[in-house]
């Protein structure tokens, strides 16, 4: 089993990462020393647990917070707050519609949630 998780620091930042052992990885980004932890983190203690899901593999699992990773601020607040229905117009793309492919349009990549697979979390699909 494997997890993939979000970390809210004390200054308000959101850290992403994916792990075998989530308990273990929240003591080592509040309380690990050099070379264990984020070194993100450990400038922004304490940390708190925000977001957590299991996944069957570490694969997928690390595809998950790879997919994460990238998203906007607003997304990632989304995921945390459980408004699964607003995850689609939080993509970076947007919604397809004609309307946004006009002049002033910026479109770019960004893929949607899954199902707790290689698809990615489970929340967005």
């Avoid at 970076?92 to 949630?113: D, L, M, Q, V």
């Amino acid at each position: 089993m494997a997890w993939i998780y979000i970390v809210k620091c004390a200054d308000g930042s959101f850290y992403t990462g994916s792990t075998q052992d989530l308990e273990l990885r929240l003591w080592q980004h509040n309380h690990g020393d050099v070379g264990v932890g984020a070194n993100f983190t450990r400038k922004r203690r304490p940390v708190v647990l925000v977001f957590s899901e299991q996944f069957d593999n570490v694969v997928d699992a690390f595809a998950a917070e790879k997919q994460i990773q990238g998203w906007s601020r607003a997304k990632k607040l989304a995921l945390i707050e459980g408004r699964v229905g607003d995850l689609p117009q939080l993509s970076r793309s947007g919604p397809s519609t004609s309307s946004e492919t006009g002049p002033g349009s910026c479109p770019s990549t960004s893929s949607g949630a899954g199902t707790g697979s290689a698809a990615g979390p489970s929340v967005g699909r």
